[in-house]
């Protein structure tokens, strides 16, 4: 029993220091005695020599203790404004009717297998008069405006590429002479020879000769092409 006594008032004492001790931290700047701020008769706190106004305490100076700052009037909110009226939305502009394509009369005619040159010549066959006739002549009256008849000649593989070039001319400028004497306007007509380019037939050397020019006669053609605007 007289243990616990003991530790009784050892926590008495500790906690009176520690209290004093809190004190004296919160107290600096004033007189004290056994950790008690020291007061005269009118219960006014002693100032040490050293004390200052920034040290007032609120036990002692409450009127010198800085004052918490009042918070910040809050503004009020912005009074609302009403939504604009939207002006009305122009009528709309009707789209500009778009302009009718003219109409073409383009054609590209080629020479078929029954219509093409023979070996080494320039003469039209019948069927490639034929031809002229069908798909030319008779369907340049469809164009309003001609812009361009050009004729092309081509020939086989066989020969020069020297050779070729001349006889290719030759053969178009036999379509271009039967076609003026249809009747077209040979300032219309531009002839081209294209030699043994562009051969659309291929057939091996392995064939005897009179075979090899019968299978490359495709390659001996002519084509027609037209270029203008239809009536």
Not at 104 to 119: L, M, N, P, V
Not at 136 to 149: D, W, Y
Not at 178 to 195: C, E, H, P, R
């Amino acid at each position: 029993m007289k243990t616990l006594k003991i530790l009784g008032t050892s926590i008495l004492a500790l906690s009176a220091m520690l209290s004093a001790s809190a004190m004296a931290q919160t107290a600096e700047g004033y007189w004290q005695s056994s950790g008690m701020i020291v007061k005269n008769a009118s219960g006014l706190c002693w100032h040490a020599g050293y004390w200052t106004p920034a040290m007032a305490i609120m036990e002692c100076d409450p009127d010198l203790v800085p004052k918490p700052a009042a918070p910040a009037p809050v503004a009020p909110p912005p009074a609302r404004r009403a939504a604009p009226v939207p002006a009305p939305a122009p009528a709309p502009v009707p789209a500009p009717a778009a302009a009718a394509k003219p109409k073409r009369c383009d054609a590209t005619i080629t020479f078929g297998t029954d219509e093409t040159f023979e070996f080494d010549k320039a003469v039209l066959r019948k069927a490639a008069m034929d031809k002229l006739d069908r798909d030319v002549v008779a369907k340049l009256p469809q164009c309003a405006n001609i812009e361009l008849i050009l004729v092309s000649g081509y020939t086989d593989r066989l020969g020069s590429q020297q050779y070729n070039q001349k006889l290719s001319e030759r053969r178009a400028n036999a379509v271009k002479a039967y076609l003026v004497k249809k009747g077209v306007n040979a300032s219309q007509i531009d002839t081209m020879g294209m030699g043994k380019t562009l051969q659309i037939k291929s057939c091996p050397d392995g064939k005897d000769r009179k075979a090899l020019i019968a299978c490359l006669a495709p390659n001996r053609r002519a084509v027609v092409e037209i270029k203008g605007l239809a009536r």
